[in-house]
């Protein structure tokens, strides 16, 4: 396992203190030290959810385009670009590529990363679920916000497993809860959105799948897609 420099150790953490906002306190944390090492699962998941943050951004940017339905500008420029930094440093401080899932051992591009089109991804079950995706939430404004829905049950879903294979690496732990959080407020966002439209299961009218009651709800999160303001 290469050594984390000093330097971008350092540099990593004045940008997670940088971007965070009040509405999403913790959205910092702490990073990896240079004698960390992940397991092959530990360097899949994180490249999987880097991609999965990357689609629910993108997906939400590109219905609201069609469909100018607050929720989705607001979870997508509030919220998910600051879940996509929040993996990406872990992932620059292990200094592993997420674009070639065949060799992790590349090292890290922030400008590869960048680069990275829209709607594109590295990991193929993310491209087939955006591709999926887009065409159903493209017919109306309701079938947006459902694709809404089903997004963050999917990451909720994955965040779960991958919570598992983090094991005892309490920085994959503190940042998978902290997604897993957001995604808890964005499906009530999305939920309410549906309600407010007349329909009066929300989520739950997708079917036994996309219906969690059980789903924590934030005290301040806000019905067209607020963060909490304390995870």
Known sequence: MKSIPLLFMVFSTAFFMAGCGASDSTASGSIPSADSQLSEDQKY??????????????????LYKL????????????????????????????????????????????????????GIFAVPEI??????LYDIGRVS?????????????????????FLVTAGNNQYLVDAFHYLRDGSYTHYWAFDSGLKSMGITDGCC??????CHPEYPRSEHGSGN???KSKR
């Open 67 to 118: 469909h100018q339905v607050q929720q989705l500008e607001n979870i997508a420029n509030n919220s998910e670009v600051k879940h996509i930094a929040r993996v990406q440093d872990l992932v620059a401080a292990y200094d592993i590529n997420i674009t070639n899932l065949a060799n992790y051992e590349i090292n890290y591009s922030a400008e590869e990363l960048n680069a990275m089109p829209t």
């Open 205 to 210: 009218s997708l079917g036994i799948d996309y």
């Open 127 to 132: 491209q087939d679920l955006y591709n999926r």
């Open 141 to 161: 404004s309701r079938a947006s916000l459902e694709v809404g829905c089903m997004v963050e049950v999917t990451d909720i879903d994955d965040l779960d497993r």
């Open 45 to 62: 998941s994180l490249a999987y959810m880097w991609h999965e943050e990357k689609l629910a951004k993108e997906i939400y940017l590109e």
């Open 225 to 227: 897609g607020g963060e």
